[in-house]
C-alpha cells in the first residue's frame, strides 16, 4: 500500500509527526498573529510584496531590495494605505473616556492576516499598492504578491508544501519580534491571553455561600497566611522590574492548583 500523502495545505498543517508534542503544530501553540510564546506570525507579511520590507506589527516600509526598480526604492519611509483596493491604514474614532463624544484618535495600521485575507489568494501576480509619507501626497506602485507556502515538486497550486516560504521569512525571523526579556509579556499581556501557559487563580478554596477564594498567582503575598482573595490591584500585584530581577524567588511552581510552598505535604 503506497503512504497518504496529503495535498491539502489544512491536513498537512494540522498533521503531527510520530514524536512531535501536541505544541507542535499550528492550532496549540501558543503563537499567533501577534506575538506568542513561541513565534510571531505576523513577520510572515513583512516581505508578501516583492521588493520591500515592512515593519511586522504597522504599515510602514523600513527596507527596499537593492535591485528593485526606482519606484520602489523611493519608498522607504512611507506607509502603505491600501492593497488592491483594501485599506490597510484606516483612521481610529471612538470616544476616549465612557460615555464621551466620537472623535478621531488618530490613525493605526490593521492587522495583516485579515486586512490581506483577500490579497494572499493572487499570489505571483501583481496588485496596485497606494503608499503615503503621511500627507495628501500619495503614489501608486504595483508589486507582486509573494507564495505563503514553498511550492511541491511537482509544482502548481495543488501541489504546495505546508513548508512556509524562504523568501518571506529566513531561519529564526519568526521569533525576531517576541518581547525580551520574556517577562515583560508575561505580565503584560491582559485578557488572560496566556492562561495556558502561565497560572493566573492558584491557591483556590470553594465555598458554597461565596464561590472560592484564591490568590492572583502574581500577587506579591501568597503565602498561607495571607487571606485569599483574587486582587488586580496593583499595589498587591509583583511588577515588572520585580520579576525581571529575581522571578526564580517570587514566581514558584504551581502543583494541583496550589504553590509548592503553600502544600500541605502532598
Known sequence: MEPIAPRNLTAQLAYRA????????????VGNFYPGLELDLRNLWRRVFAGIELHEAVALVLAVDDDAPPEVQALVGEILLTVDGHPVWIEVTGPREPGGASESLGNWSLEWSNALADVVHKAGQEVRCTFTKGDDDQQDVSLRVRQIFEPGPEGGEDARTAVLSRELAQPGELTQSLCSPWQNDFIGCGCYYWAASRPDYVNVEFDEADGSRGHNWLQRDRTPATPKFYTLRQADLLQHADIIAGWEDKLSFVLKGRDDHDRDGD
Request: net charge positive; proline share 25%; no cysteine.
Open 18 to 29: 510520530r514524536g512531535n508534542p501536541p505544541g507542535t503544530t499550528p492550532a496549540s501553540s
